[in-house]
Structure formats: structure tokens, C-alpha cells
């Protein structure tokens, strides 16, 4: 069984060194193909992510003006309390708020320590029902010594679209993509089992099984699937950590965050493996089945 298995392994390489030229289109294609579902992929998961936090982020951050003395920001929480539909008021000075993103970021953020720190103090005002958030921050923004008062307002609103979007059309492109992937790999496949046509008739003649006839093509459709899953590794891998490292300090800002790299890179990669080497193997399925019936 287990020769048998190498054998079978053996061939299926050599396989695709015969055919060098249509290995290197169905690598091409599944490498294209795994490389936009993996940032379909991406993008969906951070759209996911971040409509999660639109929907979870019911606060109201309240920016206080540079050089407001502590006897006005003592004074400024006090109204914030006031105000109708607050439940809670939480202090957190500049550096509390450079912390976060420093923890998010990294230490490229540790050259804005001290005098440099471009942020704000911040109140965060938690409202006790979501539908007031608007209502509220209006209301604190006109207080004295408030910069601005944040709640994502429209552009909340304009992410939740986007994300469900998304959603919905960036799954339905990813199935399409695959299905496309499929195709040109079973084309492939249906080549260079009809250039060894005569030696697949004869393995029949002699009473080889199905079974056996087709686990060579089988495994090969897998390697034109884990071949062309490398370069997309590569690209969602190092792309994607930089697309984070430029847009993600903008989402902390209004304390939406993308996933992080380190969490969910590597599920990404897994799954693009899968991915290919599931579509190979299918490919060569379909193209088996229709050629042994004949």
C-alpha cells in the first residue's frame, strides 16, 4: 500500500514536468485565483470585524482642547454628567490613549512619547441606549473646552454598508473565483491524461482498477494546488502587515481597530493551502470521471 502510494507519488511529479508548459498555466491560474480570494478573504474579515465594533462601539469619545487646566476638566466632567442619557463618564489622558495604540501598533508609535504626543485627553461617555450616541455627542460638543465630540456618525454608518457589502458580493466573487480555478485545472488535467491515453487504456486492458488509474492525476492536481498557493502566501502574508501598519492608527481613532496580523495571517494562509490543494485535486476528479466512462 504504501509503495504503491509513492509510486503513485512518483508519477504524478513526473507528471508535471512532462507537461511543463500546461503545469505552469494551471499554476498561473490557481496562483491568480488564490491570490484575489485570499485578499476577498482578508477584507471580509475585517469588514466583519469592523461592523462588529460599530455595532459593540455605543460611546462617545469627547476631545478636550490643548492647555485646558485640570480645574476646567474637573468642571467639563461634571456637565458631562448632566447630560440626559449618560450613563458613564471615563477619563483617559493622552498618554493612556498613546498607550492603546502602542499596543496595537508596536513601538514605531514610541517616538510620539512625551511633548510629541500629537493626541487628546479624552472623556468616554457611554450613553444608556445606542439610539442616544447621536444625540449625546452633539450636546457635549457644545460644552466649553471640548475640541470635538466623536461617535463615528456618518461614517459609521457608511462602514456598516460597505461591510455588509462586502459581505455579501465578496463571498459570492471568492465561490466564482474557485469555480473558475476548477475549470482551468480540470482542462489541464483532461490534456495530459489524453497525451497518455494509450498507456491508460492499456492499464485498463490488464485489469487495472479506476482507483489506480486515477490517483496519480488525483495527487498531481494537489501539487498544481499547494504550488500555486505560495506566491499568494507571500503576497497576503507581507501585504497585508503593511496595509496595517498605514491604515490602521486612522480606525483607532475613532476606536474601531482591523485584525491584527499575528492572529489571523496565518489562518488566511492555511486556508488558501486548503483551498488549492482541495481545487487541484477536484479538478483532476472531474476530469477523471468523465474520461473513464468512456
Do not use: C
Amino acid at each position: 500500500m504504501i509503495r504503491t502510494f509513492f509510486r503513485h507519488l512518483l508519477e504524478s511529479i513526473k507528471s508535471l514536468k512532462r507537461n511543463g508548459w500546461m503545469t505552469v498555466a494551471s499554476v498561473s491560474a490557481v496562483t491568480i485565483t488564490l491570490t484575489l480570494v485570499g485578499v476577498f478573504l482578508a477584507v471580509i474579515m475585517n469588514a466583519t470585524k469592523l461592523a462588529t465594533d460599530i455595532e459593540n462601539n455605543v460611546n462617545v469619545s469627547v476631545f478636550i482642547d490643548v492647555g485646558t487646566k485640570q480645574d476646567e476638566i474637573d468642571k467639563l466632567e461634571v456637565e458631562l454628567r448632566k447630560l440626559t442619557n449618560v450613563e458613564d463618564v471615563t477619563f483617559s489622558s493622552k498618554d493612556a490613549e498613546l498607550k492603546k495604540i502602542q499596543s496595537a501598533m508596536g513601538d514605531a508609535w514610541n517616538l510620539f512619547e512625551g511633548d510629541s504626543n500629537p493626541l487628546y485627553d479624552t472623556f468616554v461617555i457611554s450613553t444608556t441606549e445606542p439610539s442616544q450616541t447621536k444625540a449625546v455627542a452633539a450636546k457635549a460638543a457644545k460644552l466649553p473646552a471640548v475640541f470635538k465630540a466623536d461617535y463615528g456618525g456618518d461614517s459609521s454608518d457608511k462602514i456598516m454598508k460597505i461591510a455588509g457589502a462586502v459581505q455579501t458580493w465578496g463571498l459570492g466573487a471568492a465561490a466564482l473565483l474557485i469555480f473558475v480555478a476548477m475549470f482551468l485545472i480540470s482542462n489541464t488535467i483532461r490534456i495530459t491524461i489524453l497525451s497518455r491515453k494509450r498507456e491508460i487504456q492499456i492499464m485498463r486492458l490488464v485489469g487495472a482498477k479506476n482507483g489506480y488509474i486515477r490517483w496519480p492525476f488525483f495527487i498531481e492536481g494537489g501539487w498544481i494546488g499547494l504550488i500555486g498557493a505560495i506566491v499568494p502566501i507571500l503576497i497576503i502574508t507581507f501585504g497585508y502587515q503593511a496595509v496595517y501598519g498605514l491604515t490602521n492608527p486612522m480606525f483607532l481613532r475613532s476606536n474601531y481597530s482591523l485584525l491584527q496580523p499575528d492572529d489571523f495571517i496565518w489562518k488566511i494562509d492555511l486556508l488558501i493551502v486548503g483551498i488549492g490543494v482541495v481545487i487541484g485535486s477536484m479538478g483532476s476528479i472531474i476530469s477523471m470521471r468523465r474520461f473513464l466512462k468512456i
